[in-house]
């Protein structure tokens, strides 16, 4: 028998979340950004899904993510948002990938590595508007026009930028770097250069800021059901459930030390739930003393230190028994644990807890 511990992705609910956004738009291509094993939710199964919804394009981080999705058998158009070397410049024509432009130097080695093809390279310009991580800066514009000019085997098929802060309404730097982006974007068109897709919007610009949506967009956490809003959900629906199953019940004294290092001390005959969960599997060690799952429906605390394979429940109040379904991640009767109150409790963001749910623990598709 296999450890009970899993992740239940519901693709259905993707393939909501994706109209859901789309039907914020005027039109606008989706870009859904797949990177990161679609954020821990296991990238094939959800390009597929949502090429059955009419996606075409699809974004990744890394060009072996890309290659992982051609190998998969998804079409369309794939943008590596990332790096990508001049040395990568056959496998990324051998796959039909798209890289992005960053850097003057890496420009110039993409420039040289393509002089000689019969077909120019589709690349996409990324454009440095107030992130301060890969992109070309205003300053570096006039360089970026002359190398693309003598650069015959290079097409510019499309233009993007990252925010930095637009899931903060109350900031004005989102705004900022759109007119940015224009600017930039403008530059581009004057030298002869126009790129056919132009794109900016995240999550949070999705759906808080529609003057930043251009010519497509590209959600990323919002597509998985999570909000970048902490305080609302905006209607999505969370696709993932971590879920394990009660293994082992002790009932201990009051006065029993728990789990490594002692640190936690029973206060009343208890009830001790083990299940097969640990921080290998995205239950983190800070969570130890900070955070619940959901047994029988009801909020149960982690108690002791969350170890790398399991972890220990005071079952006391809701008791339990060996094969009883606990909720690591999602709902449980009324009851729910959100990837922000995960997020809260290990002080992060909701992307890594969603990230961060390893790869041992095995994803079960619904739809």
Known sequence: MTRPTCAVVDLGAIARNYRRLAGRLAGQAILPVVKADAYGHGALPVARRLVAEGAARFAVALMEEGVALRRGGVAGDLLVLGHSDPSDVPQLRAYGLTPTLHAIDQARGFAEATRRLPDPLAVHVKLETGMGRLGFREQETPALLDLLRG?????????????????????????????????????????????????????????????????????????????????????????????????????????????????????????????????????????????????????????????????????????????????????????????????????????????????????????
């Open 151 to 367: 650069a015959p085997g290079l097409r510019v098929a499309g233009a993007f930028t990252n925010f930095s802060q637009a899931d903060e309404p109350a900031s004005d730097a989102t705004a900022r770097q759109i007119g940015r982006m224009r600017s930039g974007v403008e530059a581009l068109r004057a030298a002869g250069f126009p790129p056919a897709t132009v794109h900016a919007a995240n999550s949070a610009a999705v759906l808080a800021h529609p003057d930043s949506f251009f010519d497509a967009v590209r959600p990323g956490l919002a597509l998985y059901g999570v909000s970048p809003f902490a305080e609302s959900d905006e209607g999505l629906e969370p696709a993932l459930t971590l879920e394990t199953r009660v293994i082992a019940v002790h009932d201990v004294p009051e006065g029993a030390a728990l789990g490594y290092g002692g640190r936690f001390v029973t206060r009343r005959a208890s009830r001790v739930a083990t299940i097969p969960i640990g921080y290998h599997d995205g239950l983190r060690r800070v969570f130890s003393g900070r955070s619940f799952v959901l047994l029988r429906g009801r909020r149960v605390p982690l108690v002791g230190a969350v170890s790398m394979d399991l972890t220990l429940l005071d079952a006391t109040d809701s008791g339990a028994e060996a094969g009883d379904r606990v909720v690591c991640l999602g709902t449980d009767g009324s009851d729910h644990v959100t990837a922000w109150e995960l997020a809260r409790a290990a002080d992060t963001i909701p992307y890594e807890i969603l990230c961060g749910i390893g790869p041992r623990v095995p994803r079960q598709y619904v739809d």
